[in-house]
């Protein structure tokens, strides 16, 4: 299982409006299915191929890039050639991870976290 902070979800939220404005409800449709697979993947194995540990961040922080999904996340109008995010993470307690963001790739990390998240970066 995950759960989503409130910035995870309005990530979210911005890539898929972002991604239906600029290519169309087909391209929002694959890249909501490639988000959807990629939680899941990370949820049932946090630990999974692909998944980094992320040292510059206190508090065991994980991230996994939406690429290693893409395959799996593959519709009938095809899949997402090029992903650009990933998710930030950690294991709350066994089979339940929180994801604290899904940013882009090309985003510092640091400049996109709340001031307190070492002390609570998922919502509990």
């Given at each position: 299982?995950?759960?989503?902070?409130?910035?995870?979800?309005?990530?979210?939220?911005?890539?898929?409006?972002?991604?239906?404005?600029?290519?169309?409800?087909?391209?929002?449709?694959?890249?909501e299915?490639?988000?959807?697979?990629?939680?899941?993947?990370?949820?049932?194995?946090?630990?999974?191929?692909?998944?980094?540990?992320?040292?510059?961040?206190?508090?065991?922080?994980?991230?996994y890039?939406?690429?290693?999904?893409?395959?799996?996340?593959r519709?009938?109008?095809?899949?997402?050639?090029n992903?650009?995010?990933?998710?930030?993470?950690?294991?709350?307690?066994?089979?339940?991870?929180?994801?604290g963001?899904?940013?882009?790739?090309s985003?510092?990390?640091?400049?996109?976290?709340?001031?307190?998240?070492?002390?609570?970066?998922?919502?509990?």
């Open positions: 299982m995950y759960r989503l902070s409130e910035a995870a979800q309005s990530d979210i939220l911005e890539i898929l409006v972002w991604t239906h404005e600029t290519f169309g409800p087909a391209a929002r449709l694959r890249y299915k490639l988000l959807v697979t990629a939680l899941r993947d990370v949820a049932l194995d946090p630990l999974r191929p692909g998944t980094n540990t992320r040292p510059e961040l206190i508090g065991n922080v994980r991230s890039h939406l690429r290693y999904s893409r395959e799996r996340a519709n009938e109008t095809g899949l997402v050639r992903p650009r995010h990933f998710l930030l993470y950690r294991m709350l307690k066994p089979g339940l991870i929180g994801v963001r899904v940013l882009h790739d985003m510092e990390v640091e400049r996109h976290l709340p001031a307190d998240y070492g002390d609570n970066p998922i919502d509990d």
